[in-house]
C-alpha cells in the first residue's frame, strides 16, 4: 500500500534551517510527484511547492521562493523540503502529498516549532 | 491567487441530520477543455493529515461513505453529509488546483 513517512518534529532557533524528510513506499517513486505544504496554529493549508521525482524539476507557491528548497533522493524514494532562515511564522505542521490527479496520499505530518 | 472562501465556519448539527458547506472561489474552476471543475474536498481531524473526500468536485474518493457528496461548477460548491455521524466532527476545506498556487479555504468547523 502507499505510504508516505515523515520525519520527526523539530525544534529550532529563529534563523536557523530545518530539512524535513518524506519516504514514501507502495509505488514506484519517480512516476509521481510530492508536494509540501503547511499548516500554522489555526491557519489554512497552505501549498508551498512540488517535485517532479523523476527529472528533479521543482516549483514553488511565490510566498516561499527564496526560503524552501525541495529535493529528492531517487535511490532512497525521499523527498526532503529545507527552509532556511526560520522565523516564528514557520511554526507549522508540514505535510507531503503525492501528486497526481488528486493529493489521496499524505504523510503523518511533521511539527516544526521555532522559539528562542 | 485564487481566494476561497467558506462558510460558515463553524456548524453545528445534530446526530443524524443534514450538514451543508459552502466553498466560493475568487475564478471559475471549470475548464472548458475537459469540462471538470479543479476543486477537492478534504476532512481534517486534530492530529491528522487531511483525508480526501471528493476530488474534480464530484468525485468520491474510494472508500468515503455515500453520505458524502460533492457538488458545484464554476465557482459556487457545496459538500453536504445527509446524515452526520459522531466520526463526521471535524474540519472541512475545500481546495483549488485550477491555477499555481493551489490555495484552501479557511475551514468548516462542524460540531455536534
Known amino acids: 500500500q502507499v505510504q508516505l513517512v515523515q520525519s520527526g518534529p523539530e525544534v529550532k532557533r529563529p534563523g536557523a534551517s530545518v530539512t524535513l524528510s518524506c519516504k514514501a513506499s507502495?509505488?514506484?517513486?519517480?512516476?509521481?510527484?510530492i508536494h509540501w505544504l503547511r499548516q500554522a496554529p489555526g491557519q489554512r493549508l497552505e501549498w508551498m511547492g512540488w517535485i517532479n521525482t523523476g527529472n528533479g524539476d521543482t516549483k514553488y507557491s511565490q510566498k516561499f521562493q527564496g526560503k524552501v528548497t525541495i529535493s529528492r533522493d531517487m535511490y532512497a524514494n525521499t523527498a526532503y523540503l529545507e527552509l532556511t532562515s526560520l522565523t516564528s511564522e514557520d511554526t507549522a505542521v508540514y505535510y507531503c502529498t503525492r501528486g497526481g490527479d488528486r493529493f489521496a496520499y499524505w504523510g503523518q505530518g511533521a511539527l516544526v516549532t521555532v522559539s528562542s | 491567487d485564487i481566494v476561497m472562501t467558506q462558510s460558515p465556519e463553524t456548524l453545528v448539527v445534530s446526530l443524524g441530520e443534514r450538514a451543508t458547506i459552502s466553498c466560493r472561489s475568487s475564478q471559475n474552476l471549470l475548464s472548458s477543455s475537459n469540462e471538470k471543475n479543479y476543486l477537492a474536498w478534504y476532512q481534517k481531524k486534530p492530529g491528522q493529515p487531511p483525508k480526501l473526500l471528493f476530488y474534480w468536485a464530484s468525485t468520491r474518493e474510494s472508500g468515503v461513505p455515500d453520505r458524502f457528496r460533492g457538488s458545484g461548477s464554476g465557482t459556487d460548491f457545496t459538500l453536504t453529509i445527509s446524515s452526520l455521524q459522531a466520526e463526521d466532527v471535524a474540519i472541512y476545506y475545500c481546495?483549488?488546483?485550477?491555477?499555481?498556487?493551489?490555495?484552501f479555504g479557511q475551514g468548516t468547523k462542524v460540531e455536534i
Open positions: 481546495q483549488q488546483y485550477y491555477s499555481s498556487p493551489q490555495t
Open positions: 507502495g509505488y514506484i517513486f519517480t512516476t509521481y510527484a
